[in-house]
């Protein structure tokens, strides 16, 4: 009896032991998902299509690592190769998900992990779906000469990586530990290490190298990593947890009802405080670009150009997109062998520009610079009336036509 007694005992211990690695997980998990949200959430209101497409990657990424646990249900893979080919329609990196990681994985999946071979023909197809868009319909999508200018910029793509593992990492204590733990946990198992290589260092790679210069190129390095990590954690608990008795109150059904209307609640109380704190914001994906840009305070600039369709000038790609159809817009490609400045003196006074925007340090070609010396030269016809502090720090002149930009000599 003393025997049995023991080993009830050790039972009771057991349990309690299994139990609490099972809670201790669930906390880590809400904790780095908590972090993740908050890592990228400010990104949300930018006006950007980076939000969207990480969406996209990222549930087809959680699509895949469901489908890893139970491959014979084909429908969440079905699903990830559909969000796959949505994403690649938004963004660059979609075409590399779609293009490269998806078809590895399952390529590897079928090999090592005896997923059904038609998740290879699915995979597949969608690639060449995918690769439609940028090969017959839109050739310059994944060519963004701008980001790529702005990664020279910084030095070179490799000299980029070091600027970003610094500003990332190194600076950024909070998402370079969140990073760093996350990796931590992927790497801890082979199939987290594969995932990682395949699904996670190939967006790192090209986040950190050609588009160091924002945090919102990298939300999905973020969002997938920190999955990762959590997906890794509890298949090494999924055991324990499987082995501890329950209380008859935790119930399969009631469990899965509970957590429904609770995870139903918390997005829709998420959504409704979001709403109510930027309603206004988010009527005009425009106008939430140039506060983005240039802070509040540039919003009386904002509504003159709009509400009087002003000519503007630009020397940034994201400028062009952030006015776009809401005013007179226009930028200037070199041409001859007229010098940058007198050929946009000329520019300016020829199409009568009201206002010239500087794109600070996300410039595509010469004229952001010329912009700036011009001023210099003549701050009667170019009056500084914005000058913002937020990155890139682009600045906004107002342009005097007439006797002001008439008698400038460069």
């Known amino acids: 009896m003393r025997g049995a007694s023991d080993i009830d005992r050790f039972d009771f211990f057991d349990q309690c032991h299994r139990r609490g690695k099972s809670a201790k997980i669930q906390w880590v998990s809400l904790l780095l998902a908590l972090a993740a949200l908050g890592s990228v959430s400010n990104i949300l209101l930018w006006g950007y299509a980076d939000p ?58 079928v090999w090592r992990w005896r997923w059904p071979a038609i998740t290879i023909i699915f995979g597949g197809v969608t690639a060449i779906l995918a690769a439609i868009w940028p090969v017959f319909i839109a050739p310059d999508f994944s060519n963004n000469q701008g980001v790529l200018a702005i990664a020279e910029k910084n030095g070179g793509y490799l000299a980029s990586g070091f600027y970003a593992f610094s500003k990332y990492i190194l600076n950024d204590a909070f998402l370079g530990v969140l990073l760093v733990v996350s990796t931590g946990i992927a790497l801890s198992t082979s199939r987290g290490r594969f995932l990682w290589i395949f699904a996670i260092a190939p967006f790192l790679a090209i986040w950190f190298i050609i588009g160091s210069y924002e945090k919102r190129h990298g939300m999905h390095v973020i969002l997938m990593a920190v999955y990762l990590a959590i997906s890794v954690l509890h298949a090494r608990g999924r055991d324990a947890a499987q082995e501890i008795q329950f209380p008859a109150i935790t119930d399969k059904f009631e469990t899965r009802a509970v957590s429904l209307v609770l995870g139903i609640f918390v997005v829709c109380l998420a959504v409704g405080t979001a709403w109510s704190l930027n309603a206004t914001a988010l009527r005009d994906g425009n106008k939430l670009m140039f506060s983005a840009q240039f802070g509040d305070d540039a919003l009386p600039i904002y509504e003159d150009m709009v509400s009087s369709k002003r000519k503007v000038f630009t020397t940034s790609n994201y400028q062009y997109g952030m006015l776009f159809n809401r005013v007179d817009i226009s930028r200037l490609d070199p041409a001859g062998d007229e010098s940058l400045m007198n050929s946009l003196l000329r520019y300016l006074r020829e199409y009568e520009i009201e206002y010239a925007l500087t794109a600070g340090d996300w410039g595509f070609g010469p004229y952001s610079e010329t912009l700036l010396q011009l001023a210099e030269k003549c701050p009667a016809a170019l009056e500084l009336v914005a000058s913002s502090e937020l990155e890139p720090r682009p600045r906004i002149y107002r342009v005097h036509q007439g006797a002001p930009i008439n008698s400038c000599v460069p």
């Open 52 to 109: 969207l497409s990480s969406a996209l990657m990222f549930t087809s990424f959680a699509l895949v690592l469901q489908y890893a646990n139970s491959p014979y249900a084909l429908q969440p893979w079905i699903i990830a190769c559909a969000c796959g080919l949505l994403a690649a329609l938004t963004k660059q990196p979609g075409l590399v998900w779609v293009g490269l990681s998806l078809p590895v994985i399952a390529l590897f999946g």
